[in-house]
């Protein structure tokens, strides 16, 4: 009887990681060959396997420059970006036991502004730090702040969450004045137009960056899977069922800073993307982080890359940053979960 019950159990396990895989490949399908240039799929194969595999295939230059070295890597970083944040979403409204917390409480995001804009306007770090350099160094100059201010508070959930809104707070003010006061017409369109996110300057070393950090990332959230579950009655209740609170929180709190620290790096600020997500992944799955999180990384990945679509496509001869495009779809929702939030239970 054992086994009858656990071939059914595997069957569909095995079917949904093969729909979770096509789903993906048909979405970066789309993604490479979707844009003011539209090319067949036939060309784009072709271009990919010349890039991947060097066979020769007759493409145009054009052609394959567009689809591997901008559409592609720009599809696969978006996939990455995507998973990364949904996952770090996951685990923060996990641990915080918050339906609201999402990967920029902690104060990476507004971090990571302020270390962008000192590169870009102030040109601290010259082109030795760079842009991705500077906002991953102003990232972790937040979250270290985001660290002190909640262990002198006691270290609780809710001391966590305030001490990211001051955190927050502080760092978009720093950003604010720099703008505001330093910054040219065009410096200043340039850094609002990063950060509401942008894929456009996403090239293959930026994937040999976020490829690692993400996969580490979510082995590392997948080996606490159960201890996440436990999080769910309370950390006294982990702690009574074995639960290590202290080192768990630590390392999880450390893996969603560096994933979404390394993604804000690259693309900018994305909105929206880990707080939704999670939620949409539990309705499909439930609330076992089994499940939850390999969700969230498929989920997350192919929201990400549809958007992207959307963002060069919505307007004519015009992209528009990323985050409005996910701000479209993440406001309203936004919108249910506050007012589900608000219901008692």
């Known amino acids: ?122 040109g601290l770090g010259g082109t030795t730090l760079g842009l991705s350099g500077g906002a991953f160094v102003g990232s972790v100059a937040a979250l270290a702040l985001v660290a002190l201010l909640a262990a002198g508070a006691g270290g609780t959930s809710d001391r966590v969450i ?40 996403v090239r293959w070393p930026d994937l040999w960056v976020a490829t690692p950090v993400a996969l580490i990332g979510f082995i590392i959230c997948m ?3 159960k201890a996440l579950d436990a999080f769910a009655f309370g950390t006294d209740a982990a702690r009574s069922l074995g639960v290590a609170v202290g080192r768990v929180r630590f390392v999880l709190f450390a893996t969603t800073a560096l994933l979404t620290a390394t993604m804000v790096a690259i693309v900018g600020s994305i909105g929206f993307v880990g707080l939704v997500i999670p939620h949409a992944a539990r309705f499909l799955v439930g609330p076992g982080h089994a499940r939850l999180l390999p969700a969230c990384l498929v989920i997350g990945a192919v929201f990400m890359i549809l958007t992207d679509i959307l963002s060069r496509v919505l307007v004519p001869q015009q992209i528009l940053p990323i985050g409005i495009v996910t701000a479209l779809f993440g406001a309203p929702a936004f919108a249910a979960i506050l007012y589900g939030a608000k219901r008692p239970a």
């Open 223 to 225: 080996s606490h899977a």
């Open 1 to 122: 009887m054992s086994h009858a019950v656990l071939r059914p159990n595997w069957a569909a396990r095995i079917a949904v990681a093969v729909l979770s895989v096509v789903a993906l490949v048909l979405a970066v399908a789309l993604a490479v060959t979707v844009g003011e240039m539209t090319i067949p799929l036939g060309t784009a194969l072709k271009a990919l396997g010349n890039g991947l595999f060097d066979l020769g295939f007759p493409t145009s230059a054009i052609q394959q420059g567009v689809i591997f070295h901008y559409r592609l890597s720009r599809a696969l970083m978006a996939a990455l970006c995507g998973g990364a944040l949904a996952i770090s979403g996951a685990i923060l409204q996990a641990l915080l036991r918050n339906p609201l917390a999402e990967p920029y409480i902690l104060g990476v995001s507004a971090g990571a502004s302020t270390g962008a804009v000192c590169v870009m306007i102030l």
């Open 162 to 201: 305030l001490a990211g809104v001051a955190g927050s707070q502080l760092f978009t003010a720093a950003t604010s004045a720099i703008v505001t006061t330093m910054a040219s017409a065009e410096q200043a369109r340039g850094v609002m137009f990063w950060l509401l996110g942008n894929f456009g300057g």
